[in-house]
């Protein structure tokens, strides 16, 4: 298990490959990557995510421990990233490996949901003269309920 928070970009194939690579024991191998994504209408010049490093790793290794225990996974990355990014860059990336695919995608879902509703970053979206901080959406709470 490898969980990384960093400011810099990540190279989302290098990372894939080396995550997949060698791998004669697991059947399945799920891969997400989070983009930051424009306004709709365009405008975003930046968004800007903010984080406590003690704090938020040690959430990020503990909801992945669990994925690891509640889905048998053999292996999981979780990279995600802090600082200013532009439409169009990478935020995080999610891999998970499991003997079967269900496990692997159902574990991969639900570190994804984790990751947009309750892990500890905060962002901000900066357009034009203004920034404003991402309000919490009702819908990406209510996709935890189902884990």
């Known amino acids: 298990m490898r969980v990384v928070v960093q400011q810099e970009p990540f190279d989302f194939g290098a990372e894939a490959s080396a995550f997949a690579d060698g791998r004669h024991d697991l059947g399945a191998v799920v891969t997400f990557t989070g983009i930051t994504r424009d306004l709709p209408g365009g405008g975003l010049q930046a968004m800007e995510i903010e984080h406590y490093p003690g704090m938020t790793l040690k959430a990020?290794?503990?909801?992945?421990?669990?994925?690891?225990?509640?889905?048998?996974?053999?292996?999981?990355?979780v990279i995600h990233r802090y600082g200013r990014m532009e439409p169009g860059d990478k935020i995080m990336m999610v891999a998970t490996a499991a003997r079967h695919r269900k496990d692997a995608f159902e574990a991969a879902e639900y570190l994804m949901d984790y990751l947009?509703?309750?892990a500890p970053f905060w962002k901000k979206e900066h357009t034009g003269n203004d920034a404003a901080w991402v309000a919490a959406k009702d819908e990406d709470e209510d996709a935890l309920t189902r884990w």
Do not use: T, Y
Not at 60 to 77: F, P
């Open 60 to 77: 990020l290794e503990k909801i992945a421990s669990e994925a690891v225990d509640r889905w048998s996974l053999g292996d999981v990355l």
């Open 116 to 118: 947009k509703s309750r």
